[in-house]
């Protein structure tokens, strides 16, 4: 920042690098072009050993490594019944279940389009 005075005026002047220049054009384009929202996904450990098997295991892996979402594998979350009987992950704080595990990571694919 530069400051320059002209007939007891004092005007501010900003002078640039490159890479200052570059980088403020960046967060320009980011707030344009806003990007998707991130997706936040809880699992609990118990239904991933219950219900996951060899196959599934390797396609939700795939789309775990995906950089909008963000997952965590709990121990419990406290949904007993619910996890004895079916797969389920809660999204942004929802619960979704599916009908095998496979149903779930469909409808997981789905909350990213």
């Known amino acids: 920042m530069h400051f320059v005075t002209e007939n007891d005026k004092i005007k501010i002047t900003n002078i640039y690098s490159s890479n200052e220049s570059s980088d403020m054009m960046k967060n320009f384009l980011s707030k344009v072009f806003t990007k998707k929202e991130k997706i936040q996904i809880e699992f609990c450990q118990n239904n991933l050993d219950r219900f996951l098997n060899e196959q599934t295991v390797t396609e939700y ?3 775990l490594a995906n950089p909008r979402i963000q997952y965590k594998e709990y121990e419990c ?27 779930l990571l469909h409808q997981l694919q789905a909350e990213l389009k």
């Open 77 to 103: 979350l406290s949904e007993c019944k619910l996890c004895k009987t079916t797969p389920y992950a809660k999204v942004n704080g929802q619960i979704m279940s599916g009908e095998d595990s496979k149903d």
């Open 61 to 63: 892996g795939k789309f």
